[in-house]
């Protein structure tokens, strides 16, 4: 189990950009995968985006050349760079982190509206 606080959502443009944070309570490198989802209002949530403890990355094909997640383990925390952003990006991200060797394995961030809109 792990604590993930996440911010950065706001209100941009199409075209714009944006960085959304997900702070951990504790080393990313040892939790096996972290990443985003998002749930837009009646929708699926779905998933996004992933990075694993040794760095490698996947990315949903709706989002794929648009949105990048980098890391910091320094600061225990993962992003989700987000440009070329269209309405249909518009949701409630959420930050989520697999930790397979604990008893509760999978956390949740409180997630972070992100609305495309001109």
């Given amino acids: 189990q792990v604590q993930l606080v996440e911010s950065g959502g706001d209100l941009v443009q199409p075209g714009g950009s944006l960085r959304l944070s997900c702070a951990a309570s504790r080393s990313i490198v040892t939790i096996n995968a ?3 989802y ?3 209002p009646g929708k699926q949530r779905e998933w996004v985006a992933r ?3 040794d760095g490698s ?3 949903a094909d ?3 050349g648009r949105f ?3 890391r910091d383990n320094a600061k225990n925390t993962v992003y ?3 440009n070329s952003l269209k309405p249909e990006d ?3 991200y959420y930050c989520h982190a697999d930790v397979a060797g604990s008893r509760i394995r999978y956390s949740w961030g409180q997630g972070t509206q992100v609305t495309v809109s001109s």
Avoid: D, E
Wanted: charge should be positive; glycine fraction near 4%.
């Fill in 34 to 36: 972290m990443g985003w």
């Fill in 38 to 40: 998002r749930q837009a």
């Fill in 51 to 53: 990075i694993t403890h």
């Fill in 57 to 59: 990355t996947n990315y």
């Fill in 62 to 64: 709706s989002v794929k």
């Fill in 68 to 70: 990048t997640i980098p």
């Fill in 80 to 82: 989700l760079q987000m």
């Fill in 90 to 92: 518009t949701a409630v």
